[in-house]
Structure formats: C-alpha cells, structure tokens
C-alpha cells in the first residue's frame, strides 16, 4: 500500500487527520489523538500517546510490506491487529463522526 491508499483506508474507518497524521482519538475528547499513523517516506509507523503525552512507535512497516485486506478490514503488515481494543476505538471515532 502506499501512504495514500493507507490515509484513503484510515479516513474511511474512522480515523481523522489530527495534527497532520491520520489519529484515532478517545471519544470524550474528539481533538486528542492517542493513536496515529505517521507516513514517511519509505515507511509507516503506528504510534500511542504514553499518558505523559509522549509519543511511542510500537509498530512500524515499509509501504512495501502492508497489504490492503481483501474486506476492506485493517491492512496486513502493519501491526494494527496486535492492538487490543484498537477495532473498538475506530467503531466509536466512527460512530461520533457520523453522530457527532
């Protein structure tokens, strides 16, 4: 995949382009992202904000290396299905986009 089909695929599931990066925020607070995807120019990298408010990579992937699911569900390579609790984020940051 390449940085704009993974920004097309995130915008599609719920994700909202916070402070540059395609961001999944918590629900009561719609402007804080704790999940983003930084797409540089060779690869892309999944960070959490730390309650600090620092960020951490816990996942990273060359844009050769992540392939689109057949479904349209989370792209393969990248990490995102080792996140627990991440398919409910986007299901709420989803709802609040359409409700909201």
């Known amino acids: 995949m390449t940085a704009e089909e993974l920004t097309a695929w995130a915008l599609k599931t719920g994700w909202k382009v916070i ?5 999944l ?3 009561n607070r719609p402007g804080d992202a704790i999940v983003r995807l930084v ?4 690869v892309v990298n999944v960070e959490i904000r730390k309650p600090a408010g620092k960020w951490e990579k ?3 992937a060359a844009y050769g290396d992540v392939e689109a699911d057949e479904d349209g569900g989370t792209p393969h390579g990248l990490g ?3 996140l627990p609790g991440l ?3 986007m299901q709420d ?3 609040a986009a359409v409700f909201g």
């Open 19 to 23: 402070g540059g990066h395609p961001s």
């Open 25 to 27: 925020s918590k629900p």
């Open 39 to 42: 797409l540089k120019a060779t």
């Open 58 to 60: 816990v996942f990273g």
């Open 80 to 82: 995102l299905e080792k």
């Open 87 to 89: 398919s409910k984020l």
């Open 93 to 95: 940051n989803r709802d």
